[in-house]
């Protein structure tokens, strides 16, 4: 997984309450991207970083909020978790960026 | 809004067959174009990239584009079973988002002994 690591893999989480995940990273990439995967609509960008507090919103940011305050960490915060939230969350990096995205193990979040 | 579209399958082919993967993209200003293998309840594995009108191979794997078309697909050679998985198409948004890639929904592929 190109030296990348999630963390947690999987949670279980109630409604209402703050969750926060985590990617770090060994490759020194200078973009890192949170996805979330659903059946039906694929792939869909969160928040992406373009470097250290360098940040900004992607399809799908409502509710999400992001961190970067080094280069091998971008964490990912659900500030009042939802139902609707309950999906994978896939961290990727790159190196430029219009080149190829190498992406984390996920983590399977659940909302209840 | 851009879009990356495939067909979502299921592709069903035999083994040692070749199976083509399509791929066309709305956004005519993309430059970068990545093909993805997605094992279930695994994370998306770079199998191809391609910039660059033509051909490129990689051992059984050979990406085509025409950005005339809008077009890029995907051909396995020799398929396996092993090779049964979904198949994500990725283009990078131009002048958009700093290096968003927009994901079709995936083909899912069979490959059957």
Redesign the interface.
């Known amino acids: 997984?190109a030296g990348i690591t999630q963390s947690p893999r999987h949670k279980v989480t109630e409604t209402g309450t703050p969750v926060t995940l985590r990617c770090h990273q060994t490759e020194n990439h200078r973009?890192m991207?949170w996805y979330r995967q659903d059946p039906?609509?694929?792939?869909?960008?969160i928040h992406?970083s373009?470097g250290v507090k360098d940040t900004?919103?992607?399809?799908v940011s409502d509710g999400y909020s992001v961190s970067r305050s080094k280069t091998e960490d971008f964490l990912l915060t659900l500030e009042s978790a939802t139902s609707s939230q309950t999906s994978v969350y896939?961290c990727a990096i790159?190196v430029?960026?219009?080149?190829?995205?190498?992406?984390?193990?996920?983590t399977r979040l659940t909302v209840v | 809004q851009k879009e990356v579209e495939q067909n979502s399958g299921p592709l069903s082919v035999p083994e040692g067959a070749i199976a083509s993967l399509n791929c066309t993209y709305s956004d005519r200003g993309s430059?970068?174009f990545?093909w993805y293998r997605q094992y279930s309840g695994?994370?998306?594995?770079?199998i191809m990239?391609i910039y660059s009108n033509g051909d490129k191979e990689d051992g059984r794997f050979t990406a085509q584009l025409n950005k005339a078309s809008q077009y890029v697909s995907l051909l396995i050679r020799d398929s396996q079973p092993s090779d049964s998985a979904t198949y994500?198409c990725?283009v990078?948004e131009y002048g958009g988002?700093?290096?968003?890639?927009i994901?079709?929904?995936?083909t899912k592929l069979s490959v059957k002994p």
């Not at chain 1, 039906?40 to 960008?45: D, K, S, V």
């Not at chain 1, 900004?56 to 399809?59: A, F, L």
């Not at chain 2, 994901?103 to 995936?106: I, L, R, T």
């Open positions: 997984d973009y991207y039906g609509h694929g792939l869909r960008l992406y373009y900004d919103k992607g399809e896939f790159s430029k960026e219009d080149t190829e995205a190498f992406f984390g193990q996920g | 430059q970068s990545f695994k994370s998306p594995e770079l990239f994500l990725a990078n988002s700093q290096g968003n890639l994901f079709g929904k995936g």
